[in-house]
């Protein structure tokens, strides 16, 4: 058979998975990418049987079961590494993660934030951005760095902030918008096309990402 020579993938998720089946619907269409493994801190996550339904392995590490972070992170990374990625795709995974788990995989971690970063880093980005009276909200695809939501973005994409909006409004629009481009940036990496640098900026097609990528 083959060599397969598509990109191994572990994607970490807490919750529904949406991004999770954007892409598997991507790595069905072609994407160069295999998803190895989904892992969730939690057993109720939805985005598990969106795997389990895929025959993509689904395993839980529950938080819970641990006294602190760094114990958690240090069995969480020997689980990935059972899976030996290319690439960790956190999917909505709702922890923070410690400096040491990140380190471990520098420049081979991206994530997806629903606000066009730097603007509202963390929680609730949705609903600070109608309360503070923005007219442009979006998403973006940044590198993990230790930074929380602060490493260096590749891709964003922009919603308009419309005056009938509430929360759950927006929060959908953005949605779909995260779903076109984490598969894009995911497939650019998979494909060798982008890489983090030695000088901490996103590389693309051999030329520095001086400021993030945007579509509308």
């Known amino acids: 058979m083959p060599e397969d020579k598509r990109l191994q993938i572990v994607t970490l998720i807490s919750g ?19 998803i190895a493994a989904v892992i969730s801190n939690r057993a109720d996550a939805l985005g ?8 993509i392995p689904a395993e839980i590490l529950s938080h819970g079961d641990y006294p602190d972070r760094n114990a958690y992170d240090a069995d969480l990374k020997c689980l990935i590494d059972r899976y030996d990625p290319g690439l960790v795709i956190l999917a909505g995974f709702m922890r ?7 380190t471990h995989y520098h420049g081979r971690m991206l994530n997806i934030h629903p606000s066009l ?17 923005e007219t442009r909200h979006g998403a973006s695809v940044h590198f993990v760095t230790a930074e929380l939501d602060g490493g260096p973005v590749v891709l964003q994409a922009e919603v308009p902030v419309l005056p009938q909006d509430d929360n ?3 929060a959908a629009r953005v949605l ?7 598969p894009t940036v995911v497939g ?11 000088d901490g900026r996103p590389w693309l097609d051999g030329e520095p990402i001086e400021k993030p990528f945007f579509i509308k």
């Open 188 to 198: 650019w990496f998979a494909e060798g096309r982008l890489r983090l640098g030695e």
């Open 48 to 55: 598990l049987e969106r795997a389990r339904r895929h025959g």
């Open 176 to 182: 779909e918008q995260e779903h076109r481009i984490y």
């Open 117 to 133: 970063l730097p603007k509202f880093r963390g929680l609730h980005t949705h609903q600070r951005a109608l309360d503070t009276g």
């Open 16 to 34: 529904g998975g949406s991004n999770l089946q954007a892409l598997i619907d991507a790595q069905r269409q072609g994407l160069p990418i295999r």
């Open 96 to 102: 923070i993660l410690t400096p040491e788990f990140v």
């Open 168 to 170: 759950a409004r927006l």
